[in-house]
């Protein structure tokens, strides 16, 4: 059956209250129920993980004689699986409901399967409806699904010569205020932001974002990788949230444990060290590098050893835009995986 007025205007409401839940290790969901003529009856979100799904939430607030033969709409196909909840798909038969609404498909391998298990029950299903909508509100949580890990930008400043640095390690400012102020942007839409301690105990970075001299309302959890001590008057230890330290040089076990911890964009703020880590250990999905019009020669280069002996094993990158920001360049690229041997 076509999908209604109705369910499409509950989907769109269903989109909308999703992001009432938070951002994190589970998806932001939203349901809504409607009774079979329409009727807005119930409506539901997800509060993250370990607590009811969004279907569960709606179905709750009504009696078994309203849940019998209504509709409910999911911006997400209910989930198949017993994991700290119980499978919604199997809740949405119990509770009598003749028609399922949903946006996307599940894409894990555990929870899928939910349409399919609400069709031999005899429930009516349709999928697809604001598919686009529902995938941008998804779309980070989205990203960790398929990658099995956060999204990852690695971030330097440069000289147009390639330092990052003068030779006394001083690197504050390379680049002029519209790339700063780039920088912080893009530092607030991300949920960690990762240095090593080499540049914790050469700049003493707050790690906060700033538009100018106020914060901005969202703030990136500060990550320091790297075994030695972090000053106890280090300003990143007055950053809103917590500091995480990582007294390893494991990037794999750091990245998975912010997965974990529902992390699922980050932002690798350097230095040379640890952002040349990340690119060798394939650990970059954007690059950011904002160049700008100043030598200053030495040796402390923006990259120092990415794993590349030999110009067949060069890491190229695609250039997705060229932004002049002031007398800077910001060149925003992803990774080109190539064939060898050619
Ligand atoms: N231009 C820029 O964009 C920019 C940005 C940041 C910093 N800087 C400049 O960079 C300089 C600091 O450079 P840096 O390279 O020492 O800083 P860094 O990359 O922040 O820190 C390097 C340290 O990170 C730790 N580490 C963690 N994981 C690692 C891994 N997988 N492999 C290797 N090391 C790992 C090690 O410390 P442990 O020995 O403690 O384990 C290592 O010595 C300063 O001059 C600073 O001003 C420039």
């Known amino acids: 059956m076509a999908v209604t007025e109705a369910e499409r205007s509950a989907m769109l409401r269903a989109i909308e ?121 998804m779309a980070d949580w989205l990203v960790v699904q398929h990658l099995g890990r956060p999204h990852i930008t690695v971030k330097w400043a440069q000289s147009l010569d390639g330092r990052a640095a003068a030779s006394d390690g001083t690197s504050q400012w390379i680049t002029g205020p519209a790339a700063r102020a780039d920088v912080h942007r893009r530092r607030a839409d991300a949920d960690a932001i990762i240095v090593g301690t080499g540049t914790v105990l050469a700049d003493d970075p707050a790690l906060t974002a700033r538009d100018g001299d106020a914060r901005y309302p969202t703030q990136p959890v500060p990550v320091v990788i790297g075994s030695r001590e972090t000053p106890s008057d ?58 700008a019009p100043v030598l200053l020669g030495g040796d402390r280069l923006a990259l120092t050893d990415v794993g590349v002996g030999t110009i067949v094993d060069a890491r190229r990158l695609q250039v997705d835009e060229w932004m002049p920001l002031g007398d800077d360049m910001l060149a925003i690229a992803h990774p080109i995986v190539e064939s060898k041997g050619h």
């Open 17 to 137: 209250i999703a992001s009432n839940g938070p951002r994190g290790l589970n998806p932001q969901v939203g349901a809504v129920i409607l009774s079979a003529d329409g009727e807005l009856l119930a409506e539901g979100w997800h509060g993250g993980a370990g607590t009811p799904h969004a279907e569960i939430e709606a179905l709750s607030a009504l009696t078994p004689e309203q849940t019998h033969g209504a509709t409910a709409v999911v911006t997400l196909e209910p989930c198949n699986h017993t994991g700290r909840t119980g499978p919604c798909a199997l809740a949405l038969i119990d509770a009598g409901i003749s028609r399922v609404v949903f946006a996307l498909d599940d894409p894990g391998a555990i929870s899928s399967g939910g349409a399919a298990r609400l069709r031999a029950a005899g429930v009516d299903v349709a999928s697809g409806e604001q598919a686009d909508a529902a995938r941008l509100l």
């Open 234 to 291: 280090a300003a990143l230890r007055q950053h809103p949230h917590a500091p995480l330290f990582y007294r390893t040089h494991d990037l794999t076990a750091v990245v998975d444990n912010l997965r974990e911890r529902g992390i699922q964009r980050v932002f690798v703020e350097g230095g040379p060290t640890l952002a040349s880590a990340f690119i060798a250990a394939g650990l970059a999905d954007t690059v950011l590098a904002y160049i």
